[in-house]
């Protein structure tokens, strides 16, 4: 199998029936399904469907599906979650390493993803810390003013 649209739609309908909580337990979802996926693959997908792991009502995280899609709403909900997430940020050259609480890194970079600041390139995010890989040093600098302003609240 390798057509993208039905990948897609595969993800979509894991996310939907299980509480999928990381990249690995959906690969492993997707692997019963036939569908050998690497890890960038699987994060591209993820992107493009813009699931986002957020906390559920026990405080675990997982995939979801934004209302709205990328509604003003979800955008908001995402920058009110920033400040209970982030814990320091700190800036060399064009890169920001955002410091999380533990598993808050996904939801974070979700948040940055969407959010779509111009001056950030793209995010890549572990478990507990974040890379935000900014266009330029200018750039980075309004970017920790931004996140540290989350942090201070």
């Not at 890169?95 to 939801?107: D, E, F, I, N, Y």
Request: glycine content about 6%; charged content about 30%; some cysteine.
């Amino acid at each position: 199998m390798s057509d993208k649209h039905d990948r897609h739609a595969a993800i979509r309908e894991i996310v939907t029936a299980h509480a999928v909580a990381s990249q690995e337990a959906l690969r492993r979802q997707l692997t019963k399904r036939g569908w050998d996926v690497t890890q960038s693959t699987l994060s591209r997908d993820l992107r493009e469907l813009r699931l986002a792991r957020i906390p559920d009502n026990q405080g675990r995280a997982r995939y979801a599906f934004p209302e709205n899609g990328a509604s003003e709403a979800a955008l908001a909900r995402l920058e009110r979650m920033l400040p209970e997430l982030l814990v320091e940020v700190e800036g060399v050259q064009v890169l920001v390493v955002a410091r999380t609480m533990k598993s808050g890194a996904q939801p974070v970079a979700e948040a940055l993803d969407q959010l779509e600041w111009p001056d950030v390139a793209g995010t890549i995010a572990g478990d507990d810390t974040v890379l935000i890989i900014c266009r330029s040093t200018e750039g980075r600098e309004k970017v920790l003013r931004k996140l540290r302003a989350y942090i201070r609240g």
